[in-house]
């Protein structure tokens, strides 16, 4: 019998919500704001392979964060749990509405901004119900908005635009965030 079997979901959803969950965020900014400030001066498939890699490399990125804000993002130090399950299943969720973006890309590379920075932002929804707080629906629905409203805004600049929405969502997320982690914390 496993630790996670013996523990209650209700005991396991407690000790998630206690996380900081500040690294992924943070690599998040990164990437995007790497797109935003280099893919506009590219030919277009190197802006789409710079935006295939930059997302593709936040969860490493992320690893490599979580280790100066304290975070153990790989569970190496702590009781397995299974919201962390929860977690590796919407990173495949995201990693499957690829075959959405992939055609598309196919027709208007122009679309890759909008439909990755789109559909990776949905594996937030579900982090809203595990850890019982608004963040997560609201980047979701606020990076939605924002990324599809840059996407038509600025046609000719979606490779600068759509980054740029979605690192404004990310760095008040990384605020809530924090502020949630410390509230949860406190005492």
């Known amino acids: 019998m496993t630790i996670e ?5 209700e ?25 935003g400030a280099v893919a506009p001066q ?9 935006l295939f890699i930059c997302t593709g490399s936040i969860f490493y990125l992320g690893v490599l964060i979580s280790k100066f804000t304290g975070e153990d993002l790989l569970g190496k130090n702590r009781p397995k749990n299974t919201f962390d399950s929860l977690f590796l299943q919407t990173v495949v969720m995201a990693l499957l509405v690829f075959a959405i973006a992939i055609p598309f890309l196919q027709q208007d590379y122009t679309s890759l901004p909008l439909t990755v ?38 046609p000719n600049d979606r490779f600068l635009a759509v980054p740029l929405a979605v690192v404004a969502v990310y760095l008040v997320t990384i605020v809530i965030l924090e502020k ?3 509230a949860v914390n406190a005492g």
């Open 117 to 154: 920075g789109i559909l990776t932002g949905l594996m937030w929804v579900p982090l809203s119900w595990a850890i019982e707080h608004w963040v997560g629906l609201f980047h979701g629905i606020v990076r939605t908005g924002l990324v599809l409203g840059a996407w038509y805004l600025f």
């Open 42 to 50: 590219l030919a277009p498939q190197h802006a789409v392979w710079l």
């Open 180 to 182: 949630r982690w410390r």
């Open 5 to 9: 079997a013996t523990r209650s979901l």
């Open 11 to 35: 005991d396991q959803r407690a000790d998630y919500k206690k996380r900081r969950f500040l690294a992924m965020p943070v690599a998040g900014t990164i990437a995007w704001a790497i797109v």
